[in-house]
């Protein structure tokens, strides 16, 4: 893959270059709040079961990870009134250029997820870590609202591992199995649209899906008509019931 490398490094570089005037700003703003650092390190299993850390813009309080959440509701309280503007417009996953640079993250591929979380993965889970994770994929457009979906919920976590992790992690495992350059490329230009237009960004997902042979239930679940249910993650028949 090392094609796949060599547009990452390149891409990532001009990202980062073309976005940085917003991106300074926003991360002075988040200074100016509480004169704390404008970053937060997120650690998360990458490749191989690797450990790195990935530098997101803060959109919470300080130390809101110390709750012991690892699921973030929209209505979560520790999300500050600026955050609210960041995570809207995702420029906390926009300073993730600079893992993609380094060679932590691809612009394409399953997203990393915290190491609690990969503790649960089944055998078949394990497979999404045999490649680099990415700031976008199929499920990273599908599960857009993710906030939304948990927002309202008891436990956010769990609510998350029984309604969003099963086919999370079903469309990380289908990417891996037919990544391509071209789909990179699809995927890429479905993430910008599913900024300015979700449903034709999620039909046309939805229908790439189809002519990759994706069976009918994820192209059903992708396009997000119907209310999701909790539902076992692959590899498994049972629900998780606990986190």
């Known amino acids: 893959m090392i094609i796949k490398r060599a547009s990452d490094l390149l891409l990532s570089l001009f990202g980062l270059v073309v976005a940085s005037p917003i991106l300074i700003t926003f991360l002075l703003l988040v200074w100016l709040q509480d004169f704390h650092s404008p970053f937060y390190i997120a650690h998360r299993v990458g490749r191989g079961g690797k450990l790195f850390r990935m530098v997101k813009m803060r959109s919470m309080v300080r130390n809101a990870d110390k709750s012991g959440v ?119 230009l479905l993430t910008i649209a599913n900024s300015f237009d979700r449903r034709f960004s999620l039909d046309r997902l939805s229908k790439l899906l189809g002519k990759l042979g994706a069976d009918s239930k994820l192209q ?15 590899g498994s028949s049972f629900v998780v019931e606990s986190r």
């Open 70 to 188: 690892d699921s973030t509701k929209a209505d979560d309280s520790r999300i500050t009134m600026l955050g609210r503007v960041i995570r809207k417009c995702k420029l906390d996953e926009l300073t993730q250029l600079w893992n993609v640079f380094w060679g932590q993250m691809s612009l394409v591929g399953p997203r990393p997820q915290v190491e609690r979380d990969v503790d649960l993965y089944t055998e078949e889970e394990m497979r999404l870590l045999s490649v680099r994770p990415g700031i976008t994929d199929f499920a990273s457009i599908v599960f857009a609202d993710e906030g939304e979906i948990l927002s309202g919920t008891v436990d956010p976590d769990l609510a998350y591992q029984q309604l969003i992790r099963p086919w999370k992690s079903r469309l990380g495992l289908f990417y891996i199995d037919n990544r391509t350059s071209l789909v990179d490329i699809q995927l890429l």
């Open 220 to 234: 059903l679940v992708s396009q997000r008509h119907e209310e999701l249910l909790p539902s076992p993650p692959p």
